[in-house]
């Protein structure tokens, strides 16, 4: 059991838990929209709709347990075991629903003509692994000690995986109209950007200061996902349907790029870490 903070709200287990918690609260309204398209055809459509309502009551739940446990008394040993369980089960079930997710997107279209149109057209394949990544901060959270150098680089790690999983979204999805607008570039190149600073501690050493630097880059990612959320939004209201929410369902995807502030939210926590650790 990883030691506590003295100020618990700026601990960073506390943080990361909010992270997952809000992520999984926003999934819902943005499962909503995306599975409307098609008007929730299978039913399994409605399964992350569902967990992404109650999982973060869960969490929440597992929240508590956590802070009575940092507070002792007689009953510590219960609260540890409320804490785990939350995390253990929310954890375990959103990695099953992401990886599933991942399987029935690519069946849509993908493996039925295995070609890499039928990728771009297909529903959007790596947006289920949003769920998994989640899932692996939770087990993260209870698995290894928060004020350590290891978990610190396995979130790094992760905000790695979520931009790696944001460049492929946004080059299929942007794909699909051909790139019709130039500025649909953007997010791809700023993916591969961020991919390219975050990879480096993984593979030279490097000093505090480089955290100071990753920490500007990632600032400049959050900027590009606000101004393309404002690009999806500015399209979708002057779309070709007199009813605005018929556009935000068939139109660009509006909280699409938010992918991007979202992933800086957890790299500032994990360089905020580091370099500490580092200095």
Same mark, same amino acid.
């Given at each position: 059991?990883?030691?506590?903070?003295?100020?618990?709200?700026?601990?960073?287990?506390?943080?990361?838990?909010?992270?997952?918690?809000?992520?999984?609260?926003?999934?819902?309204?943005?499962?909503?929209?995306?599975?409307?398209?098609?008007?929730?055809?299978?039913?399994?459509?409605?399964?992350?709709?569902?967990?992404?309502?109650?999982?973060?009551?869960?969490?929440?739940?597992?929240?508590?347990?956590?802070?009575?446990?940092?507070?002792?008394?007689?009953?510590?040993?219960?609260?540890?075991?409320?804490?785990?369980?939350?995390?253990?089960?929310?954890?375990?079930?959103?990695?099953?629903?992401?990886? =599933?997710?991942?399987? $029935?997107?690519?069946?849509?279209?993908? /493996?039925?003509?295995?070609? &890499?149109? @039928? !990728? %771009?057209?297909? *529903?959007?394949?790596?947006?289920?692994?949003?769920?998994?990544?989640?899932?692996?901060?939770?087990?993260?959270?209870?698995?290894?000690?928060?004020?350590?150098?290891?978990? =610190?680089?396995?979130? $790094?790690?992760?905000?790695?995986?979520? /931009?790696?999983?944001?460049? &492929?979204? @946004? !080059? %299929?999805?942007? *794909?699909?109209?051909?790139?019709?607008?130039?500025?649909?570039?953007?997010?791809?190149?700023?993916?591969?950007?961020?991919?390219?600073?975050?990879?480096?501690?993984?593979?030279?050493?490097?000093?505090?200061?480089?955290?100071?630097?990753?920490?500007?880059?990632?600032?400049?990612?959050?900027?590009?996902?606000?101004?393309?959320?404002?690009?999806?939004?500015?399209?979708?209201?002057?779309?070709?349907?007199?009813?605005?929410?018929?556009?935000?369902?068939?139109?660009?995807?509006?909280?699409?790029?938010?992918?991007?502030?979202?992933?800086?939210?957890?790299?500032?926590?994990?360089?905020?870490?580091?370099?500490?650790?580092?200095?």
């Amino acid at each position: 059991m990883a030691h506590e903070s003295e100020r618990w709200w700026s601990g960073p287990w506390f943080l990361v838990e909010c992270f997952v918690c809000v992520n999984l609260a926003f999934l819902t309204f943005d499962i909503y929209l995306a599975h409307s398209v098609n008007d929730f055809r299978r039913t399994a459509e409605y399964i992350p709709l569902y967990f992404s309502a109650v999982a973060p009551a869960v969490l929440i739940v597992g929240l508590v347990a956590r802070l009575r446990l940092a507070a002792g008394g007689k009953r510590a040993s219960f609260w540890r075991v409320v804490w785990n369980s939350a995390g253990y089960l929310v954890g375990g079930s959103a990695i099953v629903v992401g990886l =599933a997710g991942v399987l $029935l997107h690519l069946d849509s279209a993908f /493996f039925a003509e295995r070609t &890499i149109r @039928s !990728l %771009t057209y297909s *529903a959007p394949f790596a947006a289920p692994l949003a769920y998994a990544g989640l899932g692996f901060l939770l087990l993260l959270n209870r698995m290894v000690d928060s004020e350590s150098r290891e978990w =610190a680089q396995w979130v $790094l790690f992760m905000t790695l995986g979520g /931009f790696i999983g944001n460049f &492929i979204f @946004s !080059l %299929t999805d942007h *794909a699909s109209n051909g790139f019709f607008d130039r500025v649909e570039w953007v997010p791809v190149v700023a993916s591969a950007f961020a991919v390219g600073f975050l990879v480096t501690p993984f593979l030279l050493h490097v000093s505090a200061n480089f955290y100071l630097v990753c920490s500007g880059v990632l600032l400049l990612e959050a900027a590009v996902g606000v101004w393309g959320f404002i690009l999806h939004a500015e399209n979708n209201l002057h779309g070709p349907s007199v009813h605005a929410f018929s556009n935000f369902i068939n139109g660009a995807p509006p909280l699409a790029p938010m992918l991007f502030p979202n992933l800086v939210v957890l790299g500032l926590i994990a360089s905020w870490r580091l370099k500490r650790l580092a200095s």
